[in-house]
């Protein structure tokens, strides 16, 4: 395919990152990695809310940010739970991960729910992240990044760009051709709202789907 960058949804299974290792490390042309890292849907669609029952899905949600840099990292032993990746994974491939991209693509619904639902959530101040006229749901995407972020630095002395996924349900540019603008336009997420501090120093980047 001539191609230099793959990116995947999810953790994938130890095979997956031990073949890209074993391919770099003969490869003239490495390929390079964007790593995706998904939220537990059952909880969005039974809470609509990203703080929901006492912070149920922000605890799921780190868990498994924090699992994704330790196996790029290739120090990583992830329980197998159904319908997910797990194993012990040895194989560090973090030179060749070229970013992150934490979330999926947010329904209108779980938005306008986490914003009525938190009206004090208003602003974030970390080390690495702050915000600007955010929502309660940028507010939630700010302090998930700052974790990211933390967590790698800490760990692991490294910074890497950092993204959200985004689409044109919850972009923040209006959509009157399509057939339910109503709801494609219900609500946006606005990527900048949020700001990186100077302790930041590798950047956000923007992923947008087109469907």
């Not at 130890?14 to 003969?26: H, I, S």
């Not at 039974?46 to 029952?53: S, V």
């Not at 101040?125 to 940028?138: D, H, I, L, R």
């Not at 051709?177 to 100077?198: F, L, R, W």
């Amino acid at each position: 395919l001539s191609a230099n960058t793959i990116r995947v949804y999810v953790p994938q299974m130890p095979a997956f990152y031990d073949a890209l290792l074993a391919y770099n490390l003969t490869s003239e042309h490495p390929l390079y990695l964007l790593q995706g890292i998904y939220m537990n849907e059952e909880l969005i669609s039974t809470y609509l809310d990203a703080y929901c029952n006492n912070g149920e899905l922000i605890d799921s949600f780190y868990r498994d940010l924090k699992n994704i840099i330790d196996i790029v990292h290739g120090n990583a032993v992830v329980e197998k739970l159904p319908g997910n990746a797990g194993g012990t994974y040895t194989s560090d491939v973090s030179s060749y991960v070229i970013g992150y991209l934490p979330g999926i693509e947010f329904s209108a619904d779980f938005v306008l729910g986490t914003n009525e639902k938190n009206p004090d959530k208003t602003s974030f101040s970390g080390t690495f992240v702050y915000t600007e006229n955010a929502s309660p749901f940028e507010v939630f995407l700010a302090e998930s990044q700052e974790y990211m972020i933390s967590y790698e630095t800490d760990h692991y002395s490294v910074q890497r760009p950092i993204a959200f996924t985004n689409w044109i349900t919850t972009d923040p540019l209006p959509h009157p051709g399509e057939p339910n603008p109503g709801m494609e336009d219900a609500v946006g997420i606005d990527a900048e709202h949020i700001k990186a501090t100077s302790a930041y120093t590798a950047g956000f980047f923007a992923s947008y789907h087109v469907y």
